[in-house]
């Protein structure tokens, strides 16, 4: 039978039908207003997925975290406002009659990855997404390394620094607070006085004219992720890295550079393998259906 899977973002709200050989049949995609409550934004779905009810057996979700997996939860997430303590897979199972698993949106795109995509046929395989955040994932043999508290893989949490700046939800120091987008988005404001783009930081300021204070961003960038990744394989030891999300793919030469830094956090540099993400925002739909589809 088909499956379901829904990939609930902060502006976006995506939802799609998917075949048993994992191929998209339909998919709508609205937009996700603030202004309304969980409840009425998660309706705008429940048309779309009730006209293909009788030819699918469930429904997966993937949705930003922190999420309890067991209860079906989303518990607080800073980028969903109004979707506090919000039993999603209660409300999702009662209007459509359908089972319903949730996870997050960072696990199940990495679930696509290792199950279908760069890391298809690996036993182990940790993803890491580079975007306006870090997210991370892993698994192991097909099968989602969730944690006892829905918590494994959270590699945006990670202390690799001394920096003191944090955020709400993550170390001083971590990953998340160094790398991803906000972050940048931070140091170059206090260098330049400016929003500064992210490909313009790598492409223009960094590659073409090495400009000092974007080589200082984009290295100190590069070596704490690279420290993350040495670090996720002192503990894991995966067969492969998969790295996917805006700021890894569209940065001309980003996944090279971090490949090579890395080499000198691992206890075995010839191991390490690196691998870019292939689906691309479709990951997210896909492992969300995967999670249905693979019971």
Same mark, same amino acid.
């Given at each position: 039978?088909?499956?379901? #899977?829904?990939? *609930?973002?902060?502006?976006? &709200?995506?939802?799609?039908?998917? %075949?048993?050989?994992? =191929?998209?049949?339909?998919? /709508?995609?609205?937009?996700?207003?603030?202004?309304?409550?969980?409840?009425?934004?998660?309706?705008?779905?429940?048309?779309?997925?009730?006209?293909?009810?009788?030819?699918?057996?469930?429904?997966?979700?993937?949705?930003?975290?922190?999420?309890?997996?067991?209860?079906?939860?989303?518990?607080?997430?800073?980028?969903?406002?109004?979707?506090?303590?919000?039993?999603?897979?209660?409300?999702?199972?009662?209007?459509?009659?359908?089972?319903?698993?949730?996870?997050?949106?960072?696990?199940?795109?990495?679930?696509?990855?290792?199950?279908?995509?760069?890391?298809?046929?690996?036993?182990?395989?940790?993803?890491?997404?580079?975007?306006?955040?870090?997210? #991370?994932?892993? *698994?192991?043999?097909?099968? &989602?390394?969730?944690?006892?508290? %829905?918590?494994?893989? =959270?590699?945006?949490?990670? /202390?690799?620094?001394?920096?003191?700046?944090?955020?709400?939800?993550?170390?001083?120091?971590?990953?998340?607070?160094?790398?991803?987008?906000?972050?940048?988005?931070?140091?170059?404001?206090?260098?330049?006085?400016?929003?500064?783009?992210?490909?313009?930081?790598?492409?223009?300021?960094?590659?073409?004219?090495?400009?000092?204070?974007?080589?200082?961003?984009?290295?100190?960038?590069?070596?704490?992720?690279?420290?993350?990744?040495?670090?996720?394989?002192?503990?894991?030891?995966?067969?492969?890295?998969?790295?996917?999300?805006?700021?890894?793919?569209?940065?001309?030469?980003?996944?090279?550079?971090?490949?090579?830094?890395?080499?000198?956090?691992?206890?075995?540099?010839?191991?390490?393998?690196?691998?870019?993400?292939?689906?691309?925002?479709?990951?997210?739909?896909?492992?969300?259906?995967?999670?249905?589809?693979?019971?």
């Amino acid at each position: 039978m088909h499956s379901i #899977g829904i990939d *609930i973002g902060g502006t976006r &709200l995506r939802c799609a039908e998917f %075949s048993e050989n994992h =191929e998209i049949i339909d998919v /709508i995609n609205i937009p996700h207003e603030t202004g309304l409550s969980a409840e009425a934004n998660m309706d705008k779905l429940i048309d779309f997925i009730l006209a293909r009810k009788g030819r699918c057996k469930g429904i997966g979700i993937g949705c930003p975290g922190p999420l309890d997996f067991p209860a079906g939860k989303v518990l607080n997430p800073p980028n969903l406002y109004g979707w506090k303590n919000f039993e999603i897979v209660k409300y999702v199972e009662c209007k459509t009659g359908l089972k319903t698993i949730l996870n997050n949106d960072a696990n199940v795109a990495g679930l696509a990855e290792a199950s279908l995509g760069a890391g298809k046929g690996f036993q182990s395989v940790f993803y890491i997404t580079i975007s306006t955040g870090i997210g #991370g994932a892993y *698994i192991y043999r097909g099968e &989602l390394v969730n944690g006892a508290h %829905s918590s494994a893989g =959270e590699a945006y949490n990670l /202390i690799v620094c001394e920096d003191h700046y944090h955020s709400d939800s993550a170390n001083p120091g971590s990953i998340n607070e160094m790398c991803g987008g906000k972050a940048l988005f931070r140091q170059t404001w206090t260098a330049y006085k400016r929003c500064v783009p992210t490909k313009e930081l790598y492409d223009e300021l960094y590659l073409k004219q090495r400009e000092p204070r974007a080589v200082e961003i984009v290295e100190r960038c590069i070596d704490n992720m690279a420290k993350g990744i040495g670090n996720i394989a002192c503990i894991v030891d995966p067969d492969i890295f998969i790295i996917g999300g805006s700021i890894a793919l569209r940065s001309s030469g980003f996944l090279e550079m971090l490949e090579e830094r890395a080499k000198g956090y691992m206890i075995h540099p010839s191991y390490l393998r690196i691998e870019t993400a292939r689906f691309g925002d479709d990951a997210g739909l896909m492992g969300a259906a995967l999670l249905i589809s693979n019971r």
